[in-house]
Nanobody, 124 residues
Framework: QVQLVETGGGLVQAGGSLRLSCAASGGSFSNYVMGWLRQAPGKEREFVGAIRWSDSSRIYADSVKGRFTISRDNIKNTVDLQILSLKPEDTAIYYC?????????????????WGQGTQVTVSS
């Protein structure tokens, strides 16, 4: 019933920016945590960041902190990932994920729902 759909990926030059969007439907997400993860070719899926819907509390992976910003829109039921100063190593499939509210948010959170992913490719 819960559905997550990512949009906004594409091909950009290094130093550019992208804004990814995750549209959430099929439930009430006020008690959920929303996350962004990514997977580069030949690598394990990597945590990027997460936001607690109720109060917008956020955490980020050290590798993206300072360049990536997660935000949520209560009216539109969307969670965005703004990416600045893109680097070639940011090339990956980016996934939106969701899980029930957690008191403590960590990079090892387990996720219950996943989007289909959107490809981000950064050229040098």
């Amino acid at each position: 019933q819960v559905q997550l759909v990512e949009t906004g990926g594409g091909l950009v030059q290094a130093g550019g920016s992208l804004r990814l969007s995750c549209a959430a439907s099929g439930g009430s997400f006020s008690n959920y945590v929303m996350g962004w993860l990514r997977q580069a070719p030949g690598k394990e899926r990597e945590f990027v960041g997460a936001i607690r819907w109720s109060d917008s509390s956020r955490i980020y992976a050290d590798s993206v902190k300072g360049r990536f910003t997660i935000s949520r829109d209560n009216i539109k039921n969307t969670v965005d990932l703004q990416i600045l100063s893109l680097k070639p190593e940011d090339t990956a499939i980016y996934y939106c994920a969701a899980r029930y509210w957690a008191m403590t948010m960590t990079q090892s959170l387990k996720w219950d729902y996943w989007g289909q992913g959107t490809q981000v490719t950064v050229s040098s």
